[in-house]
């Protein structure tokens, strides 16, 4: 009880500061883009209009910019005091792009940062322009590196257990930094950063033209922030599609999560929008199998005839394992090897895990009593089960089921936010070449509403990442019980509290300062 | 070759190490906030000198950490584990910091500008001495247990946990370790002041902060005597890199000084720049004393943090029982991660170029009230 206490507050904690950190985080991203487009406006035509604009923009940058620093230094902060297990089992290969991301990225935004914010008369023009564009690159650097860890622990790959030093060893850097869940990671990520980056320069454009100010300024920034935001997201779907079909071959319970799906079937159909049943609860399948089998998914839903099955398998007839598939095993699918396997039981699983644990321990035991002969069969006992390691921590099978309800929504709202903001982008285009963006409240109010809509759709998409992989800290081979430090509950409870209050002051100067600098406009100095 | 990379691992962490040190002069400059400065002008001067070097320092002790993970992720997961209160307070002491420079002189700003100050000056006063309490846990050890096997118990898998419930709160009431945090907390404020003499355009200030480089820079040396003095005649432990027994030896960093040399030399060589750039404020030619502190600071602290773990020594001695302790050997990551790590640390010298020129591009004009009320200017 106590370690699950602990487990669910670090859990609590952990995605307190994620998700505080990625308010910040994501307009940065792109907002460094914007604001470099605006000084190569400005260093090529020498209009001091776009000077202006940019700095503008780079206000909000900064303000934005220091509570992601802040914040970003607690997630790093916390591998070590929340989820010391985890830190020695992957750290080998974690560890490094962490260090890179340091040595290469986090230098080149901070210096330049400082280069663009105090050098306007301290350096030359293109020297400014160059820090800006740096500023930029560095930011969406750093972000690759911490996005390619994230990758790997969804997607464990290029590395070796060590049975000696009895953790996860890299043994293909390559692998790690181009694993294809890396690549679409991190596009799908900075693009979802641009596009919110576009959507928030929209939003306070469009609250100038209902104010009837700066019409010049919020124009034509708006038309650099629509023409990157529908790239952006344009991108973003693809990837999003890219995404999905990961899930489906790599996190099959995330999948079945995110759908909601307890049993599954050739050609299953995906759901657009529905209504899960409260009652349908999967501790029941053992526990009250009469009332599990009775319960429908949804209450209501609309779907898409064989959906899931294309977006999963690119196969309409395909089929797709629902959580309860997942758990008895049985089913036949291809891995990532593209070899066909038919899935273990979960029963089965556990068993083969502990096995894989045995085997570690005997192993050690070999080589202090010098049993050379000892120490191959515990090794081999180990190999062959290792991809089943995790599972020897889990005791009941709804311990693999990420929390549905959680997943299943987030996905839609994400979606469907998704989809919303690319018509959004075309009509701002739209308008603005009609000459009517600045006498069309309705729109503007729209725009204004989408800012909060964008944040909501960025966040939804990381719960669908993360709360849809639990309760796996690295895939099939760590999970959160057996990758939490030995603190007790009391001590994060305290520090999750402080966290809270610090985070709800901090964000809350933040946004006042924002709306101050806001409504100074663009020539406030 | 193991062994090489290992060694040449733990040298690029102490040297990042020493230059965070360095780079603390953005702390101890904080400490003016309160006390030093006079009034209003000079605030504002002091927070914008130092708010163009801040982001540097904040990304230091960011890859730092993140080196530390990297190339001896044990320790990275036995000490932030098992010293939680510690790191947790340094943490929040430099959460408050970030805000700060830029939030501060920002209408709206919810807390009021003196807020702001006063967590700049918490961050310059106990966030150095909680580092150097940190550091000094490389030479004390803690009240750990770690069993790397423990993994394979399903019920209790956590492999390193602290005995006591102070979880590393413990480590400030060891004299040694709340001696290096005062000592790091001299540094800074030393090499704070040497700063404000060199940046900022205010003769007023300027001979203020001379005068009083004159008594904090005497006590950092007195004090770092001390700490050479208490640290030459600890007892640390060696371990045997055939078997890993680790087992105590007296005046053991005394003997990595002497058994090494070249760390003995660096130590010597730094001490020697640290009195140089004092004794230069004493003479008032002050135009270079921040830099050559600096680079005394650099060399005196990455020779200690040498001594801390060459010449098998263990750099986190378990107090409850030397076995558990982390050496080089039993905590870094393997050859191959280190190696590909080496590879990018070839990059470091252009990144050092970078800043270099940055530094230097922002650093040519001392700070004054005139530029910073420019229609151009970023004023913090």
């Not at chain 1, 797709?320 to 979960?346: Q, S, W």
């Not at chain 1, 090794?379 to 990420?402: A, C, M, R, W």
């Not at chain 2, 106990?126 to 846990?137: E, M, P, R, S």
Request: hydrophobic share 50%; aromatic share 16%.
């Amino acid at each position: 009880m106590l370690l699950s206490s602990l487990i669910d507050l670090s859990r609590l904690q952990f995605a307190l500061t994620a998700m505080f950190h990625w308010i910040f985080v994501p307009l940065t991203l792109g907002l460094g883009f914007i604001i470099a487009f605006m000084e190569t406006a400005y260093y090529r035509s020498g209009n001091e209009f776009w000077k202006r604009t940019a700095k503008f923009w780079m206000k909000i940058f900064a303000i934005n910019f220091a509570i992601g620093v802040a914040t970003g230094i607690i997630l790093e902060f916390e591998f070590g005091t929340n989820w010391s297990n985890y830190s020695w089992f992957v750290g080998d290969i974690f560890g490094a792009p962490l260090a890179i991301e340091g040595i290469l990225a986090f230098f080149m935004e901070s210096t330049f940062f400082a280069v663009m914010f105090f050098g306007w008369n301290k350096v030359s023009k293109g020297f400014h322009l160059a820090s800006t564009w740096l500023v930029a690159i560095g930011a969406n650097l750093s972000a690759l590196w911490i996005l390619v860890a994230n990758a790997w622990m969804q997607y464990p790959t290029g590395m070796e257990f060590n049975p000696d030093t009895a953790r996860n060893e890299m043994v293909d850097f390559w692998a790690v930094i181009f694993s294809p869940v890396a690549i679409n990671k991190f596009i799908h990520t900075v693009t979802n950063a641009y596009t919110l980056s576009a959507i928030v320069v929209i939003g306070i454009s469009a609250w100038y033209l209902l104010k009837k100010r700066e019409e010049e300024f919020a124009r034509k920034s708006m038309k650099i922030a629509a023409v990157f935001g529908l790239i952006s997201s344009l991108v973003l779907a693809w990837t999003g599609d890219g995404s999905a079909y990961q899930v489906a071959q790599k996190q099959p319970m995330k999948l079945a999560a995110i759908e909601g799906l307890y049993q599954g079937k050739n050609g299953t159909p995906l759901v657009a929008f529905g209504v899960l049943n409260p009652s349908k609860d999967i501790a029941d399948m053992k526990a009250d199998s009469a009332k599990y089998y009775s319960e429908e998914p949804y209450l209501f839903h609309v779907s898409v005839p064989q959906g899931l099955s294309l977006l999963a398998n690119r196969e309409f007839d395909s089929f797709v394992p629902g959580i309860e598939d997942i758990i008895k095993g049985g089913y036949t699918y291809t891995n990532f090897k593209g070899e066909k396997r038919t899935a273990l039981p979960l029963e089965e699983r556990i068993i083969r895990g502990k096995l894989a644990k045995e085997g570690l321990a005997m192993y050690h035991k070999a080589k202090t009593a010098g049993d050379e002969e000892g120490m191959e069969i515990a090794k081999k006992q180990l190999t062959d089960n290792f991809e089943h390691f995790g599972y020897g921590y889990i005791k009941s099978p709804e311990e693999i089921v990420p929390n549905v309800p959680l997943t299943f929504y987030a996905f839609r709202i994400m979606v469907g936010l998704g989809i919303f903001f690319i018509f959004f982008f075309i009509l701002t285009m739209y308008l603005e070449k009609k000459n009517l963006i600045a006498q069309k409240k309705w729109f503007h109010y729209l725009a204004i509403i989408s800012i909060p809509l964008v944040y909501i759709c960025s966040q939804a998409g990381w719960i669908v990442a993360e709360v849809g992989r639990q309760p796996w800290t690295i895939q099939d081979l760590l999970p959160v019980q057996a990758a939490v430090s030995g603190v007790s509950a009391s001590s994060v409870l305290t520090t999750t509290i402080i966290f809270f209050v610090l985070f709800t002051i901090l964000l809350a100067a933040e946004l006042k300062i924002m709306f101050k600098q806001i409504k100074k406009g663009p020539d406030a100095n | 070759m193991l062994y090489f990379y290992q060694h040449y691992w733990w040298a690029v962490v102490s040297l990042l190490g020493a230059i965070l040190v360095f780079l603390l002069f953005v702390q101890g400059g904080q400490t003016l906030l309160f006390g030093t400065v006079k009034n209003d002008k000079e605030r504002t001067l002091l927070i914008n000198a130092l708010g163009h070097k801040w982001e540097l320092t904040f990304t230091t002790l960011v890859t730092f950490g993140g080196a530390i993970f990297a190339s001896f992720p044990l320790y990275y997961s036995t000490s932030f584990g098992g010293a939680y209160w510690l790191w947790f307070s340094i943490l929040i002491l430099f959460v408050i910091q970030a805000v700060s420079y830029e939030y501060r002189g920002k209408a709206g700003n919810l807390l009021g500008a003196r807020t702001y100050e006063f967590f700049l000056f918490l961050n310059g006063m106990f966030g150095t001495i909680l580092l150097g309490v940190a550091v000094g846990t490389f030479f004390t050890g803690g009240s750990f247990v770690m069993n790397k096997l423990q993994i394979t118990d399903i019920s209790n898998p956590t492999i390193s946990y602290w005995t006591n419930g102070w979880h590393g709160l413990d480590a400030i009431a060891h004299p040694f370790n709340l001696l290096l945090g005062i000592g790091v907390y001299l540094a800074a404020r030393t090499l704070g002041l040497l700063y404000v003499i060199m940046q900022i355009d205010s003769e007023e200030f300027a001979e203020r902060a001379k005068l009083q480089v004159k008594v904090t820079g005497s006590a950092f040396v007195l004090g770092f005597v001390g700490i050479l003095i208490a640290l030459f005649t600890l007892t640390g432990f060696s371990v045997n890199p055939e078997n890993g027994i680790v087992s105590p030896v007296k005046y053991k960093y005394f003997f990595n000084m002497t058994e090494l040399v070249w760390p003995a030399i660096t130590l010597l060589v730094g001490v020697v720049l640290v009195l140089w750039g004092l004794i230069s404020v004493f003479l008032n030619k002050v135009r270079y004393s921040f830099y050559i502190t600096g680079a005394g600071v650099v060399l005196a602290v990455w020779s200690l943090l040498i001594c801390a773990a060459f010449n098998n020594t263990a750099f986190f001695v378990s107090h409850v029982d030397p076995q558990y302790s982390l050496t080089l050997y039993n905590s870094s990551s393997s050859l191959f991660t280190l190696k590909t790590m080496t590879y990018v640390t070839i990059l470091i010298p252009f990144v050092l170029a970078y800043i270099v020129f940055a530094w230097r591009s922002l650093t040519k004009v001392k700070v004054n009230e005139q530029d910073l009320n420019k229609p151009d200017a970023h004023k913090y």
